[in-house]
C-alpha cells in the first residue's frame, strides 16, 4: 500500500523538490492558505512573504478575480493550440496589452509557460535571426557572472552561478560570461591617470572587450537581467545600461533583457530598463505577469526581429513551438492581474514601498554585520559580511545566511537568500505596517545570529 495519511511523510516518499535537499526538507513548512502579503502554514502560523512566492506573486495571494477568471475562461475554452492556424481571444488580447505597455519598439509576443523557456526561446530566436540575415556564425551569447536565466540546459548555460552547473555540467558551447557590474564588490582600478571612466562605464567596457576578443561576427547577443535578482539583488551603476546598448549597436549584437523579475513593475517602473532610457532588442518575461497564479512567461521582439519573423517562409521559417504557447487559461488569467495592477496603481505603489524597505533597511547599516543594504523599485538585498571594513565574507561552512533565515523565520518571515545575501521582494499589496515589521525582523535576527 503506497498511499499514506501524513501529507508530510508523503512528501518525503513521492516528491522531487526544486533544488532537492534532503538535509535542507527535513522540517519543510507545509503552506496551506495566502492572503495579501502573509502565507499561512499547516499549524495555522502566519508568516510575512517577503518575497513575493519566488519574486512573483506581485499583487498579493488569495485575489479571487483572478481565480473567476482562470475559472471563467476554463468553462468556455480550457486549451487550444497557438500553433500558425489557430489561435483564441485572450493570447490576441494579452499580446495587444503587453504591445500598450512594454517597450516602444517591442510590440510582438510569444507565450512560453515560464522563464527559462521564455530565455531558451530568445537564443534561439537570436541565432536563428542572425542565420537567416547571411550571417550564420554569430551564434556566441554572453551573460553576466551572478545572473540567473533558468535551470534548463541553454538557460542554465547562461546562468552566471557556478552552483547551478554542478549537477549536469559541462554547460552548452557557445556560452560565456563576463564580470558583473557590482558595485560592492566589482574590483576595477583605471589603467592609467588618463582613464578617466567610471566604473558603471569600466564594467560595460568588459562586454565590448569580450566581443572584439571574441569576434563580433561570433556573438549572436548579450543577456543579462536589468537588476540581478538571485545573484543578490545587485543594482548596476546608472550609466552601465545605456553604455551596454550602444555597445551592442556598435557591434551588431542583440541586447536580450531578461525581465523574468524585474518586468510588471518590481522596479517601480513596468520593465527594468525603462530606468535608464533603455529599449531592448528581446525582451523576456514570466512571474510577475499572472503574479504566480499561472504558469505562464514569453518572449517580445524588436520590429526588425518581427519583421524577420513574419516574411520567413520554408526553410528559413520560424521552427519553435510549445503545447502550451499561449495557454488560453493563462493569458486570461495575466489579463486578470494586469487589470488588477493598473487599477490599483501598484506599478507606483511598488516605488513608493520600494522606498520605504530601502530606508529601513538602511538603518541595519549601522549593525557590523551588515556590509551593504542596496535595492531598486520593491526589491532590496541585505548583504551580511565578517568585516565590514575588509568586505570579507564569512566563511561558507558557517552558514551565516542560513542562521539569519532561520531566526526570521521564528519570528515570522520568510524568504529565500543568495549565499549571505538576504533578498527581500514582497507583493506590492504588502502595507506599510508589514514593510516596517520585515525591517524590524531582520534586523532583530541578523542580532540574534550573528552578534
Known sequence: ????????????????HSLHSALEHEAPHLWTQGRGAVLVDADGREYLDALAGLWNVNV???REEI???????????AFAT?????????????????????????RRFFFTSGGAEANESAFKTARWYWKIAGRP??????ALERGYHGTTLAAMSATGIDAYRQMCGPPAPGFLHIESPYPYRFAWQPRSALDRRTPGIAAADLLAEA?????????AAFVAEPVQGAGGTIVPPADYWPRIREICRRHEVLLI????ITGFGRTGDWFGLARWGVEPDLLTFAKGVTSGYFPLGGMGVSDAIAAA????EGDNRWMHAFTASAHPVGCAVALANLDIIEREGLVERARELGARLLSGLKTLEVLPQVGEVRGLGLMAGVELVADRETKTPYPAEFKAGQRVHAETQKRGMFTRLRGDIYNLAPPFVTTSGQIDRMVEILGESIAAALG
Open 1 to 16: 500500500m503506497l498511499r499514506k495519511t501524513d501529507p508530510l511523510e508523503s512528501d518525503r516518499a513521492f516528491l522531487i
Open 137 to 142: 556564425a554569430k551564434q556566441k551569447i554572453i
Open 60 to 62: 498579493g495571494h488569495g
Open 211 to 219: 566581443i572584439e576578443r571574441e569576434g563580433a561576427d561570433t556573438v
Open 257 to 260: 533583457a531578461d525581465e523574468v
Open 67 to 77: 481565480a473567476q477568471a482562470a475559472a471563467e475562461q476554463m468553462r468556455t475554452l
Open 82 to 106: 497557438t500553433y500558425a492556424g489557430s489561435t483564441n481571444r485572450p493570447a490576441i488580447a494579452l499580446a495587444q496589452r503587453l504591445a500598450e505597455i512594454s517597450y516602444p519598439t517591442i
Open 309 to 312: 519573423i513574419q516574411s520567413a
